[in-house]
């Protein structure tokens, strides 16, 4: 990372850790999730001791939130990132920000996933800014990601507040070549706090004079906005009839549609979202016949415009949602050209048969890897288990235990809902109930539902699923590094707490099954490493060899449990039936070998 | 520049990120407008992998339109088909490699391995030319990526791209052992 301006490609989130860099950001905190984690990565990539700010993981989204908060009010400029959901976990905490005199300044980084690519749902965060009066800058590529976090910094700087810098899932993950800053000499560390910055206490009547402040913050936004163009008209000069209102990737959506069109409505791109500029909206509308709006997800734009121009007697006709269809998904290209296609016929035409469903193609959900360690657990796990018994998944790579062959985990709801929800199933139930729980989850939201289980004495099994480490979002630490959960659980007294290496598959069956005999909350620990982290850490030692599994073919009767039951991927189906290894992924782990009843799955250095 | 895109394809581990990013810097060096964005939801646990890039002066979204794609590239074979018919435009190409990481329906029974033989067939129905990258030379399936990259570069399918804009991005990406290993197989594959 130079200190001169340079130009290099890079994703998005790479892009933003040059901004905080630039912008004198000193505290960054975040709990990992996709779309977001390679801001994390980026920042790893810069060594500790070079890095011109604190980084953490902190436990979950709120303490994110909180500690950046802390470090702000200290004086220093300070950012939390996280994904879309992780704003429901923090939202106690990041409502209040509004309120407060925030003298270093403070960025809010969300990544939201409209799509649902990686995330259980594909909430519009942008419903919560207008509800918490919070300023918010969307850009619309990598390019603009870096300027708008420079701008979301200075503003924050300015007014002391927090802003959000609000990114989507392929302006994350988007890369182009973009031309950075130099570099100032990063600011020293601020110990600035002082009650008189405040007040710092909201509370009853406190909260509503702190209210006030807060609207006035949000005039100033709609200021710098002006100041800085964020919100800016592209003139065809061709077309006065037509306008279209935009933001965010939907904006370069639309660009693509018109490089095929003759004519060219007029753009507003909207660069700052929250709160809206009314005053180059009223112009917009004002000298416009007809008024598309076209954000995805939900119509917040549309409902304000709509309110504006009716309190300004403006009788421009203006198009939002229409169908159902219009609330839901990213807008592609190929979805905006339908929109723009079904709104203005005859300036755009209708898309071609679209139908792709010429040839099969098998789908290919997502699975846990070859070795990992779940894996074993879910087939050992299911011996133990009747048909009647309800399981209960959580957010993590085990969630991919709901799908075939191991079906377990039949309600997901969201990060560490498990223990609850199975506590709530498992009243007037004669049916027993089993939890599933990852480890970083664990501490994430984990704990509250464990305890009140203790506390109201719910009959439930928990099984946490421990690899230790952040698994799906790309390893990140947790602090299961230094907090043992099983001393944890056996402090909040819960008599029935066993551990288990999820490998021992006889001895794990055997364990839920006593487990599941208990009365009241009983835990187990269902314990192996991550094996992609761990292979990949081994590659990486001199004199590594790749042990295999092999399949005696002359033992192997094609009962097809290792393929069927088992499932790990690394498996290979032909079509006369004989199955046999994918070399490229196996990693000669051998927790398939017990899955087979004729013992004709061994390690391929093993004499027979 | 007409705008030129190419849609890359293959499951999760095989080496789609370097992929994508050689072949964006090697276009950058070409001094092509370009830009790009990978999807890969929970790609790490297996799941598909697919990478964009967009060349062009014209181009704004990272993001294309389905059948628009003038050059699918793919890891596997699953995806190669699913690739051809999603993103494939008539007239492009299919640059794919025949390896199976079979995807769950195919291992548990439900559904055959699709077939090199099918992937031709569908290519012929499509109007897109079918380039099989011969793999038959390579020992190290992590270097498969390399084998690919090498044939696109070989036979020119980026308009504008010459191989020394490939050298001059791996140069960027890669060090030491790794790197000049992946030079010699990129070589040996652009020399055809």
């Not at chain 1, 290919?364 to 796990?381: E, K, L, N, T, V």
Request: with cysteine.
């Amino acid at each position: 990372m130079g200190n001169e301006p340079f130009e290099e490609i890079l994703m998005g989130n790479e892009a933003i850790v040059r901004a905080m860099v630039e912008t004198g950001t000193k505290v960054v905190t975040s709990y990992p999730g996709s779309p977001t984690p390679e801001i994390a990565t980026a920042i790893n990539s810069i060594p500790e001791e070079k890095r011109p700010f604190y980084f953490e993981f902190s436990v979950n989204e709120k303490v994110a939130s909180e500690v950046a908060f802390g470090a702000a009010v200290n004086g220093n400029l300070s950012c939390v990132f996280f994904k879309s959901v992780g704003l429901n976990v923090a939202l106690d905490t990041v409502v209040q920000f509004s309120l407060m005199n925030i003298i270093g300044g403070l960025v809010i980084v969300v990544g939201d996933d409209p799509g649902a690519n990686s995330s259980q749902n594909e909430q519009d965060n942008r419903n919560i800014y207008h509800m918490a009066r919070l300023t918010v800058f969307e850009p619309a590529s990598p390019k603009e990601a870096y300027i708008y976090y420079k701008h979301a910094a200075e503003f924050a700087k300015k007014e002391q507040t927090a802003a959000v810098l609000r990114l989507t899932t392929h302006v994350c993950h988007a890369r182009e070549k973009i031309g950075f800053g130099a570099l100032n000499p990063p600011p020293l560390f601020r110990n600035d706090f002082n009650r008189d910055n405040g007040p710092y206490i909201a509370l009853t009547s406190m909260a509503l004079e702190m209210k006030a402040g807060a609207i006035q913050k949000l005039k100033q936004a709609k200021l710098f906005a002006r100041t800085k163009g964020l919100n800016t008209i592209l003139s065809s000069d061709k077309n006065q009839d037509l306008g279209i209102i935009t933001s965010g990737l939907t904006y370069l959506s639309v660009l693509d549609v018109l490089e095929t069109t003759q004519t060219c409505p007029d753009i507003l791109k909207l660069g700052m979202i929250n709160p809206l500029d009314e005053e180059i909206l009223i112009d917009f509308l004002s000298s416009h016949k007809q008024v598309l709006i076209l954000e995805e997800l939900d119509n917040i734009l549309e409902l304000q415009i709509k309110s504006l121009a009716f309190d300004n007697g403006i009788n421009t006709s203006i198009i939002g949602k229409v169908d159902d269809d219009d609330f839901i998904g990213e807008y592609t290209p190929d979805k905006t050209l339908k929109k723009l296609a079904a709104t203005w016929p005859d300036l755009v035409s209708t898309p071609a048969n679209d139908e792709d469903a010429l040839f099969d193609v098998p789908a290919r959900p997502a699975q846990m890897c070859p070795g990992c360690g779940h894996r074993s657990a879910f087939f050992a796990i299911k011996k133990a288990l009747s048909a009647s018994d309800i399981t209960v998944a959580d957010i993590g790579c085990h969630t991919l235990g709901f799908m075939p062959p191991y079906n377990m985990g039949e309600i997901l709801m969201c990060m560490g809902a498990s223990t609850g929800m199975a506590s709530g199933l498992s009243l007037e139930n004669s049916k027993r109930v089993v939890a599933f729980l990852g480890d970083s989850t664990f501490f994430h939201a984990g704990l509250p539902g464990i305890i009140n289980a203790v506390f109201n004495r719910h009959d439930v099994t928990l099984i946490v699923m421990e690899n230790g480490t952040t698994a799906m979002t790309g390893h990140q630490d947790n602090a299961g590094e230094c907090i043992s959960i099983e001393a944890l659980l056996k402090g909040l007294g819960i008599e029935q707490v066993v551990t288990c290496d999820t490998y021992s598959q006889e001895r794990l069956t055997d364990l839920v099954r006593q487990s599941l005999a208990h009365k009241g909350l009983s835990v187990v620990i269902a314990s192996h490493p991550c094996m992609l982290k761990f292979t990949r850490a081994q590659r990486k030692k001199t004199g590594y060899i790749q042990k295999h599994i092999s399949i005696d073919q002359e033992t192997c009767t094609r009962t097809h449990a290792c393929v069927e039951q088992f499932g790990c991927p690394s498996f290979i189906r032909n079509k006369d039936g004989r199955v046999d290894i994918n070399l490229d992924l196996c990693i000669g782990d051998g927790s398939c070998r017990p899955s087979c009843p004729e013992q004709a799955v061994g390690f391929d250095r093993e004499e027979k | 520049m007409k705008t030129f895109n190419i849609y890359i394809t293959g499951v999760g581990g095989q080496g789609i990120g370097l992929l994508s990013q050689t072949l964006l810097r090697a276009i950058d060096y070409a001094g092509i407008q370009a830009i790009a964005v990978d999807t890969h939801g929970l790609a790490q646990r297996g799941g598909v992998v697919v990478s964009r890039i967009r060349c062009g002066d014209a181009v704004h979204s990272p993001l294309m339109m389905k059948k628009s794609a003038h050059l699918v590239l793919a890891m596997e074979i699953h995806e190669a088909m699913r690739g051809l018919v999603t993103a494939g435009k008539e007239g492009g190409s299919l640059v794919f490699l025949d390896v199976a990481w079979q995807p769950l329906p195919v291992r548990l029974g439900h559904t055959t391995q699709i077939t090199s033989k099918e992937i031709l067939d569908a290519c012929q129905t499509t109007g897109i030319t079918p380039i099989k990258v011969d793999l038959g030379r390579l020992k190290d399936s992590r270097m498969q990526n390399m084998a690919l990259l090498g044939t696109i570069a070989g036979k020119k399918l980026i308009p504008g791209t010459e191989p020394h804009h490939y050298f001059d991005a791996l140069d960027d990406l890669l060090a030491g052992n790794v790197l000049k290993e992946n030079k010699r197989l990129f070589k040996e594959y652009m020399s055809g």
